[in-house]
């Protein structure tokens, strides 16, 4: 017999064997067994009120990570940090040449000590063709009163004249020498008054005299110098105040107390406004984390947050909330400012809000299982069946859910070990 054909057929013996040294087992497994029941607690649906609250996660990073870059373009002189240098408030950074710049100063100071000698010149010149005027219309007042009083006077002397004429025209006759002599003295007082009285009538009609317009025009062009010079002093010093600023900002300063985490320029490159030379991150902190469109009505600035980790609770109040969602995750940021060293940079912390209080369907947190979606389940026929469900709020260790019903018996212990199907044997129905 071939060799090959011995070996099939002892295979094939040892085969047999083994199926019936194996099969009674199996049978004797089929009789032993007896179906596995969990034992459960449940809680019974109904609708409770509960002020509920916002939780998420939030991470730590510094408040603002300041650029700081010369406002002015220069060569870079000296850099007097380094990466990991704790900073504070106007420490100097860095400084660029500085040559232009104070001879700028110096040019503008020159410009504005001449131009406050040439307002001061121009005062003094005022105020002398001010004298003049004023001069110039006491004395035109006091020629006026000069002719008003002429005329008075020779008024007076024409009612006298007249007076006597009246008089010996009455005693002595018309044709007398002496009433002749009187009349020609009266024609004489009479033509006087009319002199004087058109002279003080012409001078009230033409006003001011050629000397108190020409005094005026000279100090009104006077007084329009010294507009024109406290322009020039005005302009010379705002120039003073920008070689100043330009004369300051060839230093940078530190604007914000933190952290240097790099520092970009280097000495003798050329610094522009548009390049930071250092970067620093600063001590203060802020918490961001995101939140979901449905939660942004609820949420508004000042709105108290309590920001908290294993070893340290802050209470704060939300600062920021972004307008617009971030196009991947699609959630809006809120930022939480936050103390100095109040957390470690990078880290995760937990944040709560509280809110209003909500009624609805509120489960233990333990109870909401997780396989990519939330789901619980519930006893029916002494089975558990996985239910869908979607979270909708949270409060402390509760979570308020949809997709239940009332007087629904949702699994809230043993559910570590149920599949869907799994009898179960209720223990404990609070």
């Known amino acids: 017999m071939k060799p090959w054909i011995v070996k099939s057929i002892i295979v094939s013996v040892l085969a047999a064997l083994a199926f019936f040294l194996i099969s009674p087992l199996f049978d004797q497994e089929e009789e032993d067994f007896v179906e596995r029941v969990v034992a459960v607690e449940t809680l019974t649906v109904s609708e409770s009120a509960f002020e509920e609250s916002y939780r998420s996660v939030a991470f730590i990073s510094p408040k603002t990570i300041t650029q700081a870059a010369f406002q002015n373009v220069g060569t870079i002189t000296q850099i007097n940090v380094k990466e990991g240098d704790r900073v504070v408030v106007n420490q100097v950074l860095a400084r660029i040449d500085d040559e232009q710049s104070r001879l700028q100063l110096q040019n503008s100071k020159e410009a504005?000590?001449?131009?406050?000698?040439?307002?001061?010149?121009?005062?003094?010149?005022?105020?002398?063709?001010?004298?003049?005027?004023?001069?110039?219309?006491?004395?035109?007042?006091?020629?006026?009163?000069?002719?008003?009083?002429?005329?008075l006077s020779a008024k007076q002397r024409r009612d006298d004249a007249l007076s006597t004429y009246e008089t010996n025209l009455e005693t002595l006759g018309q044709n007398s020498p002496t009433t002749q002599a009187s009349l020609v003295a009266y024609n004489q007082a009479e033509l006087e008054y009319q002199i004087a009285t058109t002279q003080y009538e012409t001078a009230l009609e033409n006003g001011e005299s050629n000397d108190v317009l020409i005094a005026r025009s000279r100090y009104n062009a006077a007084q329009s110098n010294v507009n024109a010079n406290q322009t020039q002093v005005n302009i010379a010093r705002n120039n003073v105040t920008q070689a100043e600023n330009n004369l300051e900002n060839t230093t940078l300063r530190a604007s914000v107390n933190g952290t240097v985490v790099r520092v970009v320029g280097n000495v003798n490159e050329l610094a522009t406004p548009l390049a930071p030379v250092v970067v620093i991150a600063s001590d203060d902190l802020k918490a961001i984390f995101g939140v979901p469109f449905q939660w942004l009505p609820s949420l508004y600035l000042n709105q108290p947050?309590?920001?908290?980790?294993?070893?340290?609770?802050?209470?704060?109040?939300?600062?920021?909330?972004?307008?617009?969602?971030?196009?991947?995750?699609?959630?809006?940021?809120?930022?939480?400012?936050?103390?100095?060293?109040s957390?470690?940079?990078?880290?995760?912390?937990?944040?709560?809000?509280?809110?209003?209080?909500?009624?609805?369907?509120?489960?233990?947190i333990t109870s909401i299982m997780n396989d990519g979606q939330p789901y619980v389940y519930v006893v029916e026929d002494d089975r558990a069946i996985k239910r869908r469900i979607a979270l909708i709020g949270f409060n402390n260790t509760d979570v308020r859910v949809e997709g239940l019903s009332a007087n629904e018996v949702v699994i809230i212990?043993?559910?570590?070990?149920?599949?869907?199907?799994?009898?179960?044997?209720?223990?404990?129905?609070?």
Not at 117 to 143: C, G, H, I, M
């Open 112 to 151: 504005y000590a001449n131009a406050q000698f040439n307002l001061q010149s121009a005062q003094s010149n005022a105020e002398t063709e001010k004298r003049l005027y004023d001069e110039a219309v006491v004395a035109d007042e006091a020629r006026l009163n000069e002719l008003r009083v002429e005329q």
């Open 413 to 430: 212990n043993g559910v570590k070990s149920l599949r869907s199907g799994t009898a179960v044997k209720v223990v404990n129905q609070p």
């Open 305 to 341: 947050i309590k920001v908290f980790n294993s070893t340290n609770s802050i209470d704060a109040v939300i600062t920021s909330i972004a307008p617009l969602p971030d196009q991947t995750s699609r959630t809006y940021e809120i930022g939480v400012d936050l103390a100095a060293q």
């Open 343 to 364: 957390f470690a940079i990078g880290s995760s912390v937990s944040i709560e809000i509280a809110l209003n209080e909500i009624s609805g369907v509120w489960l233990p």
